[in-house]
Nanobody, 125 residues
Framework: VQLQASGGGLVQPGGSLRLSCAAS????????IGWFRQVPGKEREWVSC????????FYTDSVKGRFTMSGDNAKNTVYLQMNSLKPEDTAVYYCAADPSVIDSSLASQSAYRYWGQGTLVTVSS
């Protein structure tokens, strides 16, 4: 079971990036998928998630309207489209997955069993 996050890079403020989270060894569609991010020296924070039971997506307030999760079942990959990026979005982004995350724990790191290695997003002019 493996998750691989990719797609990070350097982008100017206002720009866009699409992160990918590819799974191997299991089918992502049946899992709750979370995106988290971490700035050095700070705690990892939840960004968004897609609930496995119904596909509904949820976002932290700071990214609502700018970030969108989607998936490609054929590629067993989930995406995080990030638009209107701001310098404060700079972080290492991680994807995580678990087959059974209760609603009250969707934003909790400890609820996710499988983690990708992280991909760095830098928003700077």
């Amino acid at each position: 079971v493996q998750l691989q996050a990719s797609g990070g890079g350097l982008v100017q403020p206002g720009g866009s990036l699409r992160l990918s989270c590819a799974a191997s060894g299991f089918t992502l569609d049946y899992y709750t998928i979370g995106w988290f991010r971490q700035v050095p020296g700070k705690e990892r924070e939840w960004v968004s998630c897609r609930r496995g039971s119904d596909g509904n997506t949820f976002y932290t307030d700071s990214v609502k309207g700018r970030f969108t999760m989607s998936g490609d079942n054929a590629k067993n990959t989930v995406y995080l489209q990030m638009n209107s990026l701001k310098p404060e979005d700079t972080a290492v982004y991680y994807c995580a997955a678990d087959p059974s995350v209760i609603d009250s724990s969707l934003a909790s790191q400890s609820a996710y069993r499988y983690w990708g290695q992280g991909t760095l997003v830098t928003v700077s002019s």
